[in-house]
C-alpha cells in the first residue's frame, strides 16, 4: 500500500489530510545522510511525517528498510525546555517495546531540523473503524480483541512507570493486519501548548488537543491540570471502550464538571457485556475507588478453564469408550472407577481455582507438572494482584513511616518471581522497585555526605539526625558509605582546631563523630591518634563540663586536667629552661598566670612551673647584680618574691 494521505499508512501522531502547499519541501532530501525522504503521508500543526528509507538497514540488506519521519515544526524547537521536555519523553517511548505500541527509533536533528524517526504503518485510526459502525457500535468479539491489545499495550507502559495521558480513537491505530498500536506516548504533553494534529482525519473540535491532552478523553484531574496519572489513562479507558460498543461518545462530547458526570444518566451500550458495564461505569463516574486496569483485563480476557481442564475428561471418556468396545462388559466397573476417579480430578482442579490465592498457591506442588501450568496460567492477574497487594503492605511495615520497607517488599517479590521467573511484568515491577529503592537510596545518601561535608554534627540533636539517617541507609543497602575526602578533611581540620584551642568537650564530640561515621580513614589517622592518647583524660573533662552546664558542682578531676594539658606545660618549661631575657619570662609569666586563673583547681604541676620561673627570674636578677645593675635587677626579685609566695 502506498504511503500517502489517500491511504491510510501513518505514524505516531494525528495529522490533518495532505495539503496542496509547500510542505512537500523534503521530498527527494536525505535527513542525517541516513533517512531519504520518499513521500509526505499528512501534515498538522506540531509536525509533518513523511515516508522515508533507512539507508543504513537499506545497505545492510534489510528486507524492510521504511520508517516514518516526523519532522517537527520550527517554531517548537526554539523553545529549548520544550526540547529538552520532548527529549525526555522520546527517551520514554524508545523504552517501550511491545506489540501493541508503536516503536519510536530516535529523536535527533539535522542542523536546525529537529526529527523523530519510528516505525511505518499500513492501515487506519480506530476512530475511522467507529465511524463504520455506526450507529450500534462494533459487535463484543471484535471489539473484545481491540480493548485486550490496548489494555496489554497500557499494562506494559504503566509497568515502565510512563502514562499515555491523550489516549483517545485516534491515538490508536488498527493496522492491515489487523492489530492495534498506541501512537503519541508523551507526545502531547511534551509539545503542549500547541495547535491540534489529527492524523488522516478531518479536524473536528472535539478532538482537538489542548494543553497536552483532550478534553472529551480527560479525567476531571487531568482538566484541573494535575499531573497525568495511570488513572487518567484508565478514565480515557472506559471512553474508548464506551464509544467502540456504541459509537458514541459516554457524555456526548460535552464538557461536564465532576459534579455535572455524576450526575450525567448513562446508559450501558447494547454490546456491551455487564461484566464489563460495571467497572467501566464506575471509570465513568470517577467513583472511588477506581477499578484496576487488572480488573478490566479481567473481564474482556475470556477465562480458559475448560481449556485446560476439560480435555483431560474428554480423553478419559474417549478412553473408556473405547475399552469398552474392547474388552466388553466385565470391565465395565473397573474402567467406570478410573473415569469417576478422572472426573473427581477434574473436579479437584475446578475448585482449586476458585481457591483463595495462598491456598491455591499451597496446592500447587500436589499437581503435575502441565496442571500446575495451566493453573497458573488462568490465575496469572488475580495472583498478581494478591502479590502486589502483599507487597505494597510490606512497604508499609518500616519502622519509620516515611521510609519504605524495600527488603520486606524484595521477600515477597522474590516468591513471586519464583512463581512467574519469566513473565515481563513480574520483571518490570522487580525493576520498578529496584529503582524506588535506589532512588531513595541516592537522595539518603547524598543528604548523608552533605551533611558530613558541611560539619553538621556540632550539637546531640545534629548527630542524632545523622545517626538515623545512617540507620535508614543501613536499612536499605547494608553496605558501609565512605564519607567523601571533603568530608574527612573538614572533620580533620576541625578536631585539629579543637586541640590547638584545648577544648576538651569538643575534642571529646569529634572523637565520636569520627567514630560513629568515619569507620576507616587515613585522613583522619594522625590527629585522631594525637586525641586517642588523651582519651581518658578528654573523657573526664568532657564530663565534668556536662556536669557544670547542667548546674551540678562536681569535682575538678586534677590529673586528667594534668594529662590534658600535658604538652602545653612542657612547653613552658623549656622556654624558662631557654629563656635570655626577662622578657622572655614575662612572656610565659603572663600566659601561665592566664592560664591558671582560668583553671576551676590548681594544678602541681602549674605549682611546679611557678617555682621554675622564679627561680629563672632570681638567677638572671643575680647575672644583673652580678654587673651592678641593681635597677634592673630589683623587678626581676620582685616578680620572684611573687611567685614564691603564691
Known amino acids: 500500500m502506498e504511503a500517502s494521505a489517500q491511504t491510510h499508512t501513518t505514524v505516531s501522531g494525528q495529522l490533518e489530510p495532505v495539503a496542496n502547499h509547500n510542505e512537500h519541501q523534503w521530498t527527494d532530501k536525505t535527513l542525517k545522510q541516513r533517512y531519504r525522504i520518499e513521500s509526505l503521508i499528512g501534515s498538522g500543526g506540531m509536525s509533518d ?46 523504552r517501550l517495546s511491545h506489540p501493541n505500541i508503536i516503536r519510536v527509533y530516535d529523536l535527533d536533528h539535522d542542523g536546525d531540523t529537529w526529527f523523530m524517526v519510528m516505525e511505518l504503518l499500513e492501515g487506519e ?71 491540534h494534529e489529527d492524523f488522516l482525519n478531518e479536524q473536528q473540535s472535539d478532538e482537538t488537543t489542548v494543553y497536552g491532552y483532550t478534553p472529551a478523553y480527560a479525567s476531571t484531574s487531568l482538566i484541573a491540570g494535575k499531573e497525568p496519572t495511570v488513572c487518567d489513562d484508565l478514565y480515557a479507558m472506559a471512553c474508548v471502550s464506551y464509544e467502540l460498543l456504541s459509537s458514541r461518545h459516554p457524555f456526548d462530547r460535552k464538557k461536564l464538571s465532576e459534579e455535572e458526570r455524576r450526575q450525567f444518566k448513562l446508559t450501558k451500550p447494547a454490546n456491551m457485556p455487564g461484566r464489563l458495564w460495571q467497572p467501566v461505569r464506575k471509570l465513568l463516574k470517577e467513583e472511588k475507588p477506581q477499578p484496576t486496569l487488572r480488573r478490566l483485563q479481567k473481564v474482556i480476557e475470556p477465562l480458559r478453564v475448560g481449556n485446560i481442564l476439560y480435555p483431560v475428561a474428554l480423553v478419559a471418556s474417549v478412553v473408556v469408550a473405547f475399552s469398552l468396545w474392547s474388552h466388553g462388559k466385565d470391565q465395565v466397573a473397573s474402567l467406570q472407577a478410573q473415569l469417576d476417579a478422572i472426573n473427581g480430578h477434574q473436579q479437584n482442579l475446578e475448585a482449586i481455582n476458585l481457591m483463595p490465592v495462598e491456598d491455591l498457591l499451597a496446592k500447587l506442588p500436589s499437581l503435575s507438572p502441565q496442571e500446575q501450568a495451566g493453573i497458573l496460567r488462568v490465575n496469572r492477574n488475580r495472583i498478581l ?25 524484595a521477600l515477597v517479590l522474590k516468591e513471586l518471581l519464583n512463581i512467574f521467573p519469566n513473565d515481563d511484568e513480574v520483571r518490570n515491577l522487580d525493576l520498578r522497585l529496584e529503582q524506588r529503592r535506589q532512588s531513595l537510596l541516592s537522595a539518603l545518601t547524598e543528604e548523608y555526605k552533605a551533611r558530613l561535608e558541611q560539619a553538621a554534627y556540632s550539637d546531640k540533636a545534629a548527630i542524632e539526625e545523622l545517626d538515623a539517617l545512617k540507620a535508614d541507609l543501613h536499612f536499605l543497602n547494608p553496605a558501609p558509605i565512605v564519607p567523601s575526602e571533603a568530608a574527612q578533611q573538614k572533620l580533620a581540620e576541625n578536631l585539629n582546631q579543637a586541640m590547638a584551642n584545648e577544648d576538651a568537650p569538643a575534642i571529646s564530640r569529634l572523637m565520636d563523630v569520627a567514630g560513629r561515621f568515619f569507620p576507616t580513614s587515613d585522613t583522619l589517622a594522625e590527629p585522631l591518634a594525637k586525641a586517642g592518647a588523651l582519651k581518658d583524660a578528654i573523657g573526664q573533662l568532657a564530663d565534668y563540663q556536662q556536669q557544670v552546664d547542667n548546674g551540678q558542682t562536681p569535682q575538678y578531676p586534677v590529673q586528667a586536667a594534668e594529662a590534658f594539658y600535658q604538652t602545653k606545660l612542657a612547653a613552658w618549661q623549656q622556654r624558662i629552661t631557654d629563656a635570655k631575657e626577662p622578657k622572655e619570662l614575662d612572656a610565659v609569666y603572663n600566659e601561665l598566670s592566664a592560664f591558671e586563673t582560668a583553671l576551676p583547681a590548681k594544678l602541681p604541676s602549674v605549682t611546679a612551673l611557678k617555682k621554675q620561673l622564679a627561680n629563672a627570674y632570681l638567677a638572671q636578677a643575680n647575672e644583673l647584680l652580678s654587673h651592678r645593675r641593681v635597677v634592673a635587677a630589683q623587678p626581676l626579685m620582685e616578680r620572684a618574691n611573687q611567685l614564691m609566695s603564691q
Open 49 to 94: 511525517v513523511y515516508k522515508a528509507t533507512d539507508l543504513h538497514l537499506e545497505e545492510a540488506g534489510a528486507r524492510d528498510a521504511q520508517v516514518a519521519v516526523k519532522i517537527l515544526r520550527a517554531e517548537l524547537t526554539k523553545d529549548s525546555s520544550a526540547l529538552s521536555l520532548l527529549a525526555r519523553e522520546a527517551a520514554k517511548s524508545k
Open 125 to 195: 485510526p480506530l476512530s475511522k473503524v467507529i465511524q463504520r459502525a455506526k450507529p450500534q457500535g462494533l459487535k463484543w468479539k471484535g471489539a473484545a480483541k481491540v480493548l485486550e491489545q490496548i489494555l496489554s499495550a497500557l499494562a506494559f507502559s504503566h509497568a515502565q512507570g510512563i502514562v499515555h495521558a491523550d489516549l483517545k480513537p485516534s491515538n490508536i491505530f488498527v493496522t492491515s493486519q489487523g492489530s492495534i498500536k498506541i501512537l503519541d506516548y508523551g507526545v502531547a504533553q511534551a509539545l503542549k501548548p500547541t495547535g
Open 385 to 409: 494482584d494478591h502479590y502486589e497487594q502483599r507487597i505494597d503492605s510490606a512497604l508499609k511495615e518500616a519502622d519509620r513511616p516515611d521510609l519504605p520497607n524495600f527488603p520486606a517488599a
